[in-house]
């Protein structure tokens, strides 16, 4: 089990350039296995990859989530240039996979893909963390208790303290 820091924390600053990268794929038809099951099978060799080489620009440790048919992974990346770089490089897993759905699943249906790509600045991230392990953003820049950034989400975004906690910090 992971370490919890007990209390209030944020992420430190350090947000500048990196990117919250949110993908996945949806089952659309789940009685076509043969459609699906090289889609859900990419995924975990390109993290692989990514995991075994730092250089490539994987911030931090991606998390999965599932809910009802969708997948999400949910990644930083050290920055925009990296992602898309990883994106086409053909000696890298996910260009050959990106082909084999466009040439393969494309346009039939079965199996849905997505990304979202999110880049991240200091002066547009705001984040708290009430008693939990590492994690998120926090995860790649570091964590600092809440009170640094700000005691409100105003005040961690835009450094502007004069409004008052609706709730007592702790």
Same mark, same amino acid.
């Given at each position: 089990?992971?370490k919890i820091?007990t209390g209030?924390?944020a992420?430190?600053i ?7 990268? +949110?993908i996945?794929?949806?089952?659309n038809q789940l009685?076509?296995?043969?459609k699906w ?6 995924m975990?060799r390109m993290l692989?990859?990514l995991q ?6 994987? !911030? ?6 599932l809910?009802g048919?969708t997948i999400l992974?949910?990644?930083?990346w ?6 898309? !770089? ?5 000696n890298n897993?996910? +260009?050959?996979?990106?082909?084999a759905f466009n040439k ?11 990304h979202?790509?999110?880049? +991240?600045?200091d002066?547009t991230v705001?984040?708290?963390y009430?008693?939990m392990?590492t994690?998120g953003?926090a995860a790649?820049?570091?964590?600092v208790?809440?009170g ?8 961690r ?6 409004e !008052?906690p609706?709730?007592?910090?702790y």
């Open positions: 089990m992971s820091n209030r924390f992420a430190d350090g947000a500048d350039g990196k990117v919250l990268f +949110l996945g794929m949806r089952f009685w076509k296995v043969w099951i090289p889609v859900l099978t990419a975990p692989i990859e075994k080489n730092p250089s490539l620009g994987l !911030a931090g440790k991606p998390r999965t989530y809910s048919r992974v949910w990644q930083y050290e920055s925009f240039e990296k992602l898309t !770089a990883y994106s086409k490089a053909s897993a996910h +260009l050959p996979a990106w082909r393969n699943i494309r346009d039939n249906g079965s199996v849905g893909i997505y979202e790509t999110i880049l +991240l600045s002066s705001e984040t708290v009430g008693n392990p994690f953003l790649v820049t570091g964590v208790p809440a640094k950034r700000g005691q409100t989400a105003k005040a975004l835009t450094g502007d303290s004069t !008052a609706t709730v007592d910090p």
